[in-house]
Each structure stands twice: as structure tokens, then as C-alpha cells.
């Protein structure tokens, strides 16, 4: 099997072709694709180099499947193309994630909705991935009626500018290209993406609209605050959440410790417990300091961590493309 990398070269991108080598076992070759100042640059992949070429050329070298991590202007023009060639796209972009004809697809929580005639399927956002395979079970079990989320996410999320910016920072520089309006070492920012009219950033809106569609409540009570930590790689979450009916710790910790691609990481008496430090490369959602919240009844916070370039991007693609070669 062949697999076109759309932005093959970028951060992500990179990511997704070692994923593909570890957990794609079907996937023999890749088409690594990139913009024409990345065009001729060799890749390596399974013990072989491939060059990266042009998406028109991809688009016509009779592959079956494509996974884009690029921008969402590049994905609104490529992946309709490429999807009237008969290939099918996961794209890692915003630009077709709330368009109700696309799937929005964690396929821990909500394969069953591709179907045979989906060709462009959608990965969330990093956030919202890892959210959502911890909600998913529990809402399954307990039944949802809030969602408070407070993100921690680091500096890797905003792609190379976000690390550049962080590294010239602490090396007592000027970066090059800012990221952020605003120092981020030694420092946090409580601004994701940019600002809508109802004060919340874009970032905190694609939590909101997200997990309302892959969970298809599109009624949930959810508020998010989404803020940027000087870290360079792993995305870990404050979530409270609160439930229509009783529980007790032990059904709570039965419930993830079951449920598909999550790790239990929670033992305060011996300071366990997920950080982003640990988690580089896990293609798991790591939960910890499961408690009740004493104020409000039937809720349980959590504490979620994980790699948001794997899990959060580029492990959630590659295992879209496992189920379909898989069906």
C-alpha cells in the first residue's frame, strides 16, 4: 500500500511518517509531498528514501489513501482534488472539521461514522482529541451534562514557530518569527489562536464545536479555557465534569482503565501521575488525579495528558487509515 504525506516535511508531518512505519504495517511506500521550496528533499521511510514531490504531482501517482497535515487554504484546495481521483484524505486541518457532510473521527470513540462514501475525513484538534477518548466511555456509561476544560498546551501545538520562539527566548534572543504576541518562557498565556466576538479564542470554540460532534451531543454544556505553557511537547487538560446520574471513584476508575488506547497514571501517595515530560512518543491518553469534586453533585475531575503530535495528530490520522484498510 501507498500513502501520499501531505506536508511531509513540516513538524506533524514528519511525525506522521514514523507513525506510519511503527504502527502501519500494510503502508509499503509513501508519497512524501510538501511545497515547492521542500520539492527534491529525500525522506526516509522503512529503510528507503523517497523524494518529496509537488501535490499535483501525488495527486496522479495512483495511491489509495492520503493523510495532509497542512493549512487549511492548502487543504480546501487539494483534498477535493485529490478526492475526485478516488483518494481518500484524512485531513489534519481546521478547514473541513465542522462541515456536517465530513466525518470528525477519534476512532477510539466514533469510527462507525465513516462510511464507504466518505473521502475526505477529518482529524479534530489536538485538544479535542484527547479529551474526547477519556469523555467517551464514561459518557457512554454516566451520561454528560457538563464539561469545564481548562487546557495547558504546549509550545509544539503553534508548529515550529511556537518551539523557535520558546528556544530563542531562553537562549536570551530575539526570535526570528513570534508566535505569540507575548513571551511564552517563564511565562503562560491564556490565548489560543485568536479572539471571536464572545471573547473566546478560536482554540477554545474548536473544543467547544468538536466534541460536541464526535460525541453527537450537539447540546452539551461545555466552557473551555485554552492556555499556551512553555513546554515543547505534550498537551495536558483540567477537565471537571459533571453527570446526570451517581457513580463512585472505583466505576469511574473501572471504566478507563477498560476503555481503548488510555493509561491510568494515579497513585498521589507516590506522586504519580501523567506529565507532559513523560508522554513524548505514547500514542496513549494518559489519566490521572481522578477525584470527586465535593462541590457540585455527581462531578469528578480529571487530569489528561498527552503527545499532541502523535495521539493529538498524527497517531489519530494513522489510525483512521488502519480502520479503513482494516474494513
Known amino acids: 500500500?501507498?500513502?501520499?504525506?501531505?506536508?511531509?516535511?513540516?513538524?506533524?508531518?514528519?511525525?506522521?511518517?514514523?507513525?506510519?512505519?511503527?504502527?502501519?504495517?500494510?503502508?509499503?511506500?509513501?508519497?512524501?509531498?510538501?511545497?515547492?521550496?521542500?520539492?527534491?528533499?529525500?525522506?526516509?521511510?522503512?529503510?528507503?528514501?523517497?523524494?518529496?514531490?509537488?501535490?499535483?504531482?501525488?495527486?496522479?501517482?495512483?495511491?489509495?489513501?492520503?493523510?495532509?497535515?497542512?493549512?487549511?487554504?492548502?487543504?480546501?484546495?487539494?483534498a477535493p482534488?485529490?478526492?475526485?481521483?478516488?483518494?481518500?484524505?484524512?485531513?489534519?486541518?481546521?478547514?473541513?472539521?465542522?462541515?456536517?457532510?465530513?466525518?470528525?473521527?477519534?476512532?477510539?470513540?466514533?469510527?462507525?461514522?465513516?462510511?464507504?462514501?466518505?473521502?475526505?475525513?477529518?482529524?479534530?484538534?489536538?485538544?479535542?482529541?484527547?479529551?474526547?477518548?477519556?469523555?467517551?466511555?464514561?459518557?457512554?456509561?454516566?451520561?454528560?451534562?457538563?464539561?469545564?476544560?481548562?487546557?495547558?498546551?504546549?509550545?509544539?501545538?503553534?508548529?515550529?514557530?511556537?518551539?523557535?520562539?520558546?528556544?530563542?527566548?531562553?537562549?536570551?534572543?530575539e526570535p526570528d518569527k513570534k508566535a505569540y504576541p507575548h513571551a511564552i518562557d517563564y511565562n503562560v498565556l491564556p490565548h489560543g489562536g485568536h479572539f471571536l466576538e464572545n471573547d473566546y479564542t478560536t482554540e477554545e470554540q474548536k473544543l467547544i464545536d468538536e466534541t460536541r460532534k464526535i460525541l453527537d451531543e450537539p447540546d452539551l454544556r461545555i466552557t473551555s479555557t485554552v492556555v499556551r505553557v512553555p513546554v515543547t511537547g505534550g498537551h495536558s487538560e483540567a477537565i471537571n465534569i459533571e453527570f446526570e446520574r451517581g457513580f463512585n471513584i472505583g466505576e469511574i476508575n473501572s471504566i478507563l482503565s477498560t476503555a481503548e488506547n488510555i493509561k491510568i497514571e494515579d497513585d498521589p501517595s507516590r506522586n504519580i501521575y501523567p506529565m507532559a515530560a513523560n508522554i513524548r512518543k505514547s500514542n496513549f491518553t494518559h489519566v490521572g488525579r481522578i477525584r470527586r469534586d465535593t462541590s457540585v453533585e455527581n462531578g469528578i475531575n480529571l487530569w489528561v495528558v498527552a503527545d499532541n503530535l502523535r495521539k493529538g495528530a498524527a497517531t489519530n490520522a494513522v489510525q483512521i487509515l488502519n480502520y479503513l484498510t482494516q474494513q
Open 81 to 173: 482534488k485529490f478526492a475526485e481521483k478516488g483518494i481518500i484524505v484524512i485531513d489534519n486541518s481546521s478547514a473541513w472539521r465542522m462541515d456536517p457532510g465530513i466525518p470528525l473521527v477519534v476512532p477510539e470513540v466514533n469510527a462507525n461514522q465513516i462510511d464507504p462514501s466518505s473521502k475526505i475525513i477529518a482529524n479534530p484538534n489536538c485538544s479535542t482529541i484527547q479529551m474526547v477518548v477519556a469523555l467517551a466511555p464514561l459518557h457512554k456509561k454516566l451520561t454528560i451534562k457538563r464539561i469545564v476544560v481548562a487546557t495547558y498546551q504546549s509550545v509544539s501545538g503553534s508548529g515550529l514557530a511556537g518551539i523557535e520562539q520558546l528556544q530563542a527566548e531562553r537562549e536570551g534572543r
Open 1 to 78: 500500500m501507498k500513502v501520499i504525506v501531505g506536508g511531509a516535511t513540516g513538524l506533524v508531518g514528519q511525525e506522521i511518517i514514523e507513525v506510519l512505519e511503527e504502527i502501519s504495517p500494510k503502508t509499503e511506500s509513501i508519497v512524501p509531498a510538501a511545497s515547492m521550496q521542500s520539492v527534491g528533499k529525500q525522506i526516509q521511510f522503512k529503510g528507503q528514501s523517497f523524494e518529496v514531490v509537488t501535490f499535483e504531482k501525488a495527486m496522479n501517482c495512483g495511491a489509495d489513501y492520503a493523510i495532509f497535515s497542512v493549512g487549511s487554504s492548502v487543504s480546501r484546495e487539494w
